[in-house]
């Protein structure tokens, strides 16, 4: 059998969806000239060009155009408006801030921000309307079968059972095994086994069967290789579905070397492109809010000047990206400033702590300093809280993946904090916990989730009871 590269499955649809959705836009911007009688402006040009471009580029890196089988309408539609909203508000800003043409003022531009992305969700829509129609009456649909009654295998077969509109039809699983070796549905019941391989072979010979997917375990490679041989001998298209869920996925992605395809295991979501939006994110908010908090900065200092001795600021090193030490800036709270081998955790009471101190530290105050670290680069606004280095070894050992939290920069607010997770960790379980949501972070990052923990943050992050 010859081999061959591995190709993204539905490249062309997608390249037809996203030529259709830029032809929307255009054909939306000249109507409405022709509607509203306006002149045309050379300006006018450079905003189509830079709405397609940056739309195309933010529905790309939102998964807009990945399989719709795959995907819910909601996802589809959340992607769209988002890719749009975030296309036009930084058109927006470059004429605000470079241009000053206004050209956003005008009424038909006003009309062709908002109908636009309306229809642009009545076509996708309307596309799976079509379909889903289509296949109710028994066009392009698929019998599917699940070789292996796995966990694997039954969550794919939910995944069938939410899709009506994908036109999948689930015969059911095949499995050599009895029904004393199965796993078992929550209800308590085994999975339900349609026959042995040997009969799923007969049934995709006899064209009762479409589409197989074999979830079988990767240890299970020798006997995948005899199912795959076997099944040559038929005309169902056969697909591997790999246990990847056995593993602790982080980020986890496929990327093509000349054909050879290669899953990632552990990796950071800020590569390539990601990681230049994070860092503009970054520069930007850091130097916004640095000039919102300069005075109540100013008076923190002040405030530290008067009620203790010692330095206003201090440098703590901690972990940053890929285990790296970084010093990380605070505004004083204690007496001290531990920074060795032996660093003791803030906790109830503690007599380390000065009067103003407690106020620096209950409100968080005693981080404004980190903004300078995120400008810097050391840091980044949203991400894993930093640790002390004493912790860090003390924590690595005894919970599982805790320095795959060190896979992006640590950040000044996280996923963890906005959730209760703040302050003293003053049990196993708490920590624990922390690294969760810090591990969820990096599993799901996107811009938008940056912005909900930012905007969260100044909502419930800054105050929290077990900040001392």
């Not at 190709?7 to 037809?16: F, G, Q, V």
């Not at 008076?299 to 703590?316: D, H, N, Y």
Request: aromatic letters at 12%; hydrophobic letters at 45%; a positive charge.
């Amino acid at each position: 059998m010859v081999n061959g590269k591995i190709r993204r499955y539905d490249s062309k649809i997608s390249a037809l969806s996203r030529l259709v959705d830029s032809g929307i836009i255009l054909l939306t911007f000249l109507a409405l000239i022709d509607l509203f009688q306006i002149e045309w402006q050379p300006i006018f040009v450079w905003a189509l060009l830079f709405s397609i471009i940056l739309f195309n580029f933010f529905a790309e890196s939102h998964d807009a155009y990945r399989s719709w089988r795959g995907t819910h309408l909601k996802e589809e539609v959340s992607s769209l408006v988002f890719s749009w909203v975030t296309a036009v508000f930084i058109l927006i800003m470059i004429d605000v801030i470079f241009i000053h043409n206004h050209t956003y003022s005008d009424p038909f531009i006003a009309v062709w921000i908002i109908l636009t992305p309306l229809e642009l969700i009545s076509w996708h829509a309307m596309v799976r309307m079509t379909l889903a129609i289509l296949r109710s009456k028994g066009y392009n649909t698929r019998n599917v079968a699940i070789i292996g009654a796995t966990t694997l295998g039954e969550r794919l077969e939910k995944s069938f059972s939410q899709m009506e509109w994908s036109g999948y039809r689930f015969v059911g699983y095949y499995d050599d095994r009895d029904n004393g070796r199965l796993p078992k549905r929550e209800s308590g019941e085994c999975l339900k086994v349609e026959g042995s391989i040997n009969q799923l072979i007969a049934d995709c010979k006899s064209g009762r069967i479409d589409t197989v997917y074999i979830t079988l375990a990767l240890s299970a490679e020798e006997r995948i290789k005899m199912i795959t041989e076997k099944l040559a001998d038929s005309t169902a298209s056969v697909y591997l579905v790999p246990d990847l869920f056995t593993f602790n996925l982080l980020n986890s992605r496929w990327v093509d070397y000349q054909g050879i395809t290669a899953i990632s295991i552990y990796e950071t979501p800020f590569a390539g492109i990601d990681s230049i939006i994070k860092r503009v994110e970054d520069i930007v908010l850091s130097l916004a809010i640095l000039i919102l908090i300069a005075i109540p900065m100013l008076s923190i200092a002040i405030g530290i000047k008067l009620t203790s001795k010692g330095p206003v600021l201090f440098k703590q090193k901690r972990y940053g990206i890929d285990g790296d030490k970084i010093k990380v800036w605070k505004s004083r709270s204690m007496t001290v400033a531990e920074d060795g081998s032996k660093v003791r955790q803030a906790t109830k009471g503690d007599s380390r702590i000065t009067p103003f101190g407690a106020f620096l530290r209950k409100t968080s105050l005693d981080e404004l300093p980190q903004f300078f670290n995120s400008l810097s680069g050391t840091m980044s606004i949203v991400g894993p809280r930093p640790h002390a280095v004493a912790h860090n070894e003390e924590y690595r050992m005894q919970i599982q993946g805790y320095m795959l939290r060190h896979k992006v920069k640590p950040g000044i607010t996280g996923l963890a904090q906005i959730n209760g997770f703040r302050g003293e960790t003053d049990t196993l379980d708490k920590m624990e916990g922390r690294v969760r949501y810090d591990l969820q972070y990096i599993q799901t990052w996107s811009l938008l989730l940056d912005l909900k923990i930012i905007f969260l943050t100044i909502f419930k992050g800054f105050n929290h009871k077990n900040a001392y």
